[in-house]
């Protein structure tokens, strides 16, 4: 996404000088709401049992300092077999190792590995040190208990601290919440939507056949899944959006309360983020509210439209380098889908910033130039539901009320989570594989009638219905309707009823009926009895367990 910087006019002094005394306000506001506490946690426990990889030459020593207190097992990866014998006896085993692989977590990883010329062994351990030169476990975000320092000695010995700590009984809250019924993963063996797969930087979140398992040990809690998830099925829950939405509101309405003009929401990280503004001190423009986040990829535009209905002329995302490169990807599409938005609705803008600094001096200059974008004339009093799609409801039902322009329809671009659909009505044979696919209620079949019903508002444009399709005849269009009918069923094909030629029932339509012709004519089952397939199912069965012509005769002379 291209930043499109504010202009920068002159500063008034005086009110540079409100906004400080009510960037205050807004601060106790927000911190006056109390922290969440989670209700349901996951529990690790470790007995110091470690794992040191390695060449003898960085693995050794540090191994020598570990099992002073831990119980230590060292694999190096020389490749030279001898080198077992020629080492001094050590009080902890050593293995030589050609290939080695890490999985796990705090408490449960599981090694393999395979010495030349030997079978391959495993092991549990609790803890891991890797030294090797290739981190084996190559996620961004890794696993609790898995230090993997690289070459630099100091850092080496902070890991080495760090895993002196790491004995006992820990936990964490769960940070996520999963409904399975909302999924758009997949339905009947086709995938649809991989997201929240993709995003993952701990790699927590694998295929199950038709849904995701998030493995709550990995999860490190960046809520980046719940941010670009079309449907809300996965959202954050440490702390959930609503909380998060209370902080904002409160801070929004403080700071106009005492005589703030322009607000801009700064989402940061509690640790980087925040040692960085610290740097900065008096150097923040008054209009600038931080708000520090568990992590920045947590939010999306479900949070970003609230935050500029409550009033926020700005949004900026810090993000200080030690973010994962999908994580920065995500927030630049979800900001280019929201920028999309406010600009079709006439907000003059821009209204979002994705601000990538990693020094003091880069911030300063960026926040000098932050957003000043347009909002409504009156802040909404709605409060985020934990719910996404609800969120996103209240907000730009909002926006859309009090905006400069009202048009029917605002393109979006690929990727957006509205949309409607195309569907080419000589092509589809209303076979409803669509209905079934759909995870959100937006395809709907005609309870009986031959006809194919779409409710735009619950399109998430997951494109499991593009991939059902047998006959390739549904293309996504990503759009947000304001029209009242996006709330409506309407009718996207329909057909007259094709009637069993024996007993007159309805079961298909003409053209899947044509179709099945077309398709089956050479089919050894229907060989010389094409008429099948003209009928219902119970009358087929009873043609097919009939004497021969003895059915044939009886569609004949209904016909």
Same mark, same amino acid.
């Given at each position: 996404?291209?930043?499109?910087? +504010? ?5 008034? /002094? @005086? ?6 005394? #009510? *960037?205050? $306000? =807004?601060? %106790? ?51 030279? +077999? ?5 080492? /001094? @006896? ?6 030589? #190792? *050609?290939? $080695? =692989?890490? %999985? ?202 609230a935050a500029i209905a409550y009033g926020a002329a700005g949004i900026v995302v810090l993000n200080t380098g030690q973010e994962a490169p999908q994580y920065v990807a995500a927030l630049d599409q979800q900001m280019a889908i929201a920028q999309a938005v406010l ?138 309707s304001f029209l009242d009918s996006r709330k409506q069923a309407v009718v996207l094909n329909e057909s007259q009823p094709f009637h069993c030629i024996r007993c007159d029932k309805p079961f298909g339509t003409l053209q899947m009926v044509e179709n099945m012709l ?42």
């Amino acid at each position: 996404m291209n930043i499109r910087f +504010a202009e920068h006019p002159p500063i008034d /002094p @005086v009110q540079e000088g409100r906004n400080t005394e #009510a *960037r205050a $306000a =807004a601060i %106790a506001a927000s911190d006056a709401i109390p922290a969440f506490e989670p209700s349901v946690t996951v529990s690790y426990r470790s007995s110091g049992s470690t794992l040191v990889v390695g060449s003898s030459e960085h693995a050794l020593p540090w191994a020598d300092r570990l099992a002073a207190a831990l119980p230590v097992t060292v694999l190096l990866l020389d490749q030279q +077999a001898h080198l077992q014998n020629a080492m /001094p @006896v050590r009080p902890y085993p050593v293995h030589v #190792a *050609r290939v $080695a =692989a890490v %999985a796990g977590w705090l408490g449960a990883f599981e090694a393999r590995w395979q010495a030349p010329h030997q079978p391959v062994r495993q092991g549990r351990f609790d803890l891991v040190l890797d030294l090797s030169p290739s981190r084996l476990i190559p996620s961004h975000q890794r696993p609790h208990g898995y230090y993997a320092p690289g070459y630099d000695e100091a850092s080496r010995q902070e890991a080495l601290e760090a895993m002196l700590d790491m004995v006992g009984d820990f936990e964490k809250p769960k940070y996520f919440s999963y409904k399975e019924r909302t999924c758009a993963h997949g339905r009947n063996g086709v995938t649809g939507c991989s997201a929240c797969i993709d995003i993952c930087s701990a790699q927590a979140i694998h295929d199950d056949g038709d849904r995701i398992k998030v493995n709550p040990y990995l999860c490190a809690g960046c809520g980046a899944c719940s941010t670009v998830c079309p449907t809300g099925a996965i959202s954050y829950a440490f702390p959930p959006a609503a909380l998060t939405g209370k902080r904002m509101q409160a801070a929004l309405r403080s700071y106009v309360d005492a005589g703030g003009s322009e607000p801009v929401l700064l989402l940061h990280d509690p640790e980087q983020g925040a040692a960085l503004l610290a740097q900065l001190g008096d150097d923040i423009p008054g209009r600038i509210i931080p708000l520090a986040l568990q992590h920045t990829a947590s939010t999306g535009i479900d949070v970003w439209f609230a935050a500029i209905a409550y009033g926020a002329a700005g949004i900026v995302v810090l993000n200080t380098g030690q973010e994962a490169p999908q994580y920065v990807a995500a927030l630049d599409q979800q900001m280019a889908i929201a920028q999309a938005v406010l600009d079709g609705l006439g907000y003059d803008g821009p209204h979002l910033q994705l601000l990538r600094a990693g020094a003091p001096e880069e911030v300063a200059v960026a926040l000098r130039h932050a957003p000043r974008g347009a909002t409504p004339v009156e802040p909404a009093v709605f409060h985020l539901a934990n719910d996404k799609r609800n969120t996103l409801d209240y907000a730009l039902e909002h926006l859309h009320r009090h905006a400069p322009e009202k048009p029917e329809h605002v393109a979006l671009p690929p990727g957006a989570p509205f949309g409607t659909l195309e569907v080419d009505r000589k092509a589809c044979s209303l076979c409803m594989s669509c209905v079934g696919a759909c995870p959100a209620g937006a395809l709907q079949d005609g309870q009986g009638a031959p006809l194919l019903r779409f409710i735009e508002k619950n399109c998430v444009q997951c494109g499991l219905c593009a991939a059902t399709c047998p006959e390739n005849a549904i293309t996504l269009q990503p759009r947000l309707s304001f029209l009242d009918s996006r709330k409506q069923a309407v009718v996207l094909n329909e057909s007259q009823p094709f009637h069993c030629i024996r007993c007159d029932k309805p079961f298909g339509t003409l053209q899947m009926v044509e179709n099945m012709l077309g398709r089956l004519a050479s089919h050894p089952a229907f060989s010389g009895h094409l008429d099948r397939l003209r009928m219902c199912g119970d009358c087929r069965v009873i043609d097919m367990m009939a004497p021969e012509g003895e059915m044939r005769v009886t569609a004949l002379r209904r016909d």
